[in-house]
């Protein structure tokens, strides 16, 4: 079982970015998956999280109406799309499943069974 975010780099500020979180050994489908940051120093954050299904998904504050959370699980993948991005987005960013068919989802790391390494994200000003 083994999770993989990607999608990482650096990015100027006001930028986008297409981080992905695949899954090997297992499928996804049953899965919901959260993605987490953390940044120098920082606590680990949890930034959104989606359901099984695709059909609920939450935000932080801090990400709402800049990052989407998708889901295609026939490709056994999840994404996160950041937009607009600010230098307060750097960090390394996880994601993390936990089997979940019922469409519960959380933000909050220790629900979460299985966790992926994590890509780093940095923002230029």
């Known amino acids: 079982v083994q999770l993989q975010a990607s999608g990482g780099g650096l990015v100027q500020a006001g930028g986008s970015l297409r981080l992905s979180c695949a899954a090997s050994?297992?499928?996804?489908?049953?899965?919901?998956i959260g993605w987490f940051r953390q940044a120098p120093g920082k606590e680990r954050e949890g930034v959104s999280c989606i359901s099984s299904s695709g059909g609920s998904a939450y935000y932080a504050d801090s990400v709402k109406g800049r990052f989407t959370i998708s889901r295609d699980n026939a490709k056994n993948t999840v994404y996160r799309q950041m937009n607009s991005v600010k230098p307060e987005d750097t960090a390394v960013y996880f994601c993390a499943a936990k089997n979940s068919p019922t469409g519960v989802t959380s933000t909050t790391a220790r629900w979460y069974q299985y966790w992926g390494q994590g890509t780093q994200v940095t923002v230029s000003s």
């Open positions: 050994g297992f499928t996804l489908d049953r899965y919901a």
